[in-house]
């Protein structure tokens, strides 16, 4: 099978990817992103996917898995994850608009991830309409929550990628075509600090803001970052009366670093700052955690059968290790063969210019579906 040979049309598969990401579905709106996967689970069950649905748990949206017909189905094959929950809230759309500008298409989430789900979908479309069975049978399970670090769902990505031989992430590809085979590792925090009330215009003096604590912690924890290990303050939360000296304020903050003993650095350093100053208690709890997702053997061997497919079909696949996080981190870290960064091209994720390149559409498509007809 060529995947060359097969027809992936760019221009149709835009058509399609449009009403996905017309369904706006940011991660803490689960009824919004249980919508998307509403309309994902029925476009997999009109491939021929046998579709569960599992509920979510933690307050977010919930779990959809699909496996496709296959003489060995139920035995290990290849999982394709990927997360369809968004960073855009509700109503994002009217901001950044659906448009196209050449081979530009913009979108809340067309990049960052449902341009590269929506891709491995028709590979694995094409396949079928070609009567082609794969060597190995496929799974596909997209998640709720992974902008936010996967809390509810990292349990069954690692237990379903352990049923699997190959790990298929169609998070956006690189910039120069290339794709992803590891991760650095990510730890978030929750902070909180804890003043003393007072009325702001009559007897300031007497309070202890937290909002003041809050800000001073904000600058101590941005001047840690080094090229080892960096550090950001993402979130803040604090005060409800211009009038009162606010007793609590809240934050996240997050620390990304290349290699885990660094990682675990910066997570002791972040905890060393709870204690008390000026009568004002700071607390830092660790949150959810990406491990480090080190390239290894098996996903070599995996990347240079995608390097020769994407040769084969005239186009040059440059590696790298990546930040940012995916839940490649987690089956990588497993030691299962895991290739990530399949999705399209585009740039400015998680902005109000996001966007793909349209043409990166079917040629990512050909690559994934070469992959799924190779990989044994």
Known sequence: MNPANLPFNSEKMLQGLREWVECESPTWDACAVNRMLDIAARDMAVIGATVERIAGRQGFGAVVRARFPHPKQGGPGILIAGHMDTVHPVGTIEKLKWRREGNKCYGPGIFDMKGGNYLSLEAIRQLARASFMTPLPITVLFTPDEEVGTPSTRDIIEAEAKRNKYVLVPEPGRADNGVVTGRYAIARFNLEATGRPSHAG???????????????????????????????????????????????????????????????????????????????????????????????????????????????????????????????????????????????????????????????????????????????
């Not at 202890?208 to 840690?224: K, P, Y």
């Not at 290349?258 to 204690?275: I, N």
Request: aromatic content about 4%; proline content about 2%.
């Open 202 to 376: 009559a007897t300031l003096s007497a309070g202890r803001s937290a909002i003041r604590e809050m800000a001073r912690q904000v600058l101590a924890i941005d001047a840690m970052t080094t090229e080892d290990c960096t550090f950001s303050v993402g979130i803040v939360h604090g005060g409800k009366w211009v009038n009162c000296v606010a007793t609590t304020c809240t934050g996240e903050a997050l620390s990304m670093a290349k290699r885990q003993a660094d990682l675990d650095s910066g997570v002791e350093k972040m905890l060393a700052l709870s204690g008390t100053t000026n009568d004002v208690d700071f607390k830092v709890t660790r949150g959810v955690t990406r491990p480090v997702w080190d390239p290894d053997a098996g996903t070599m061997a995996l990347y240079e059968n995608a390097r020769g497919i994407a040769n084969a079909l005239g186009a040059e696949l440059p590696h790298a290790s990546a930040g940012g996080g995916s839940d490649g981190n987690f089956t990588g870290a497993l030691g299962i063969p895991t290739l990530d960064g399949l999705g399209v091209r585009g740039a400015k994720a998680h902005t109000l210019e996001e966007h793909i390149e349209v043409d990166s559409l079917a040629e990512r498509g050909r690559l994934m579906a070469g992959l799924l007809a190779t990989l044994e």
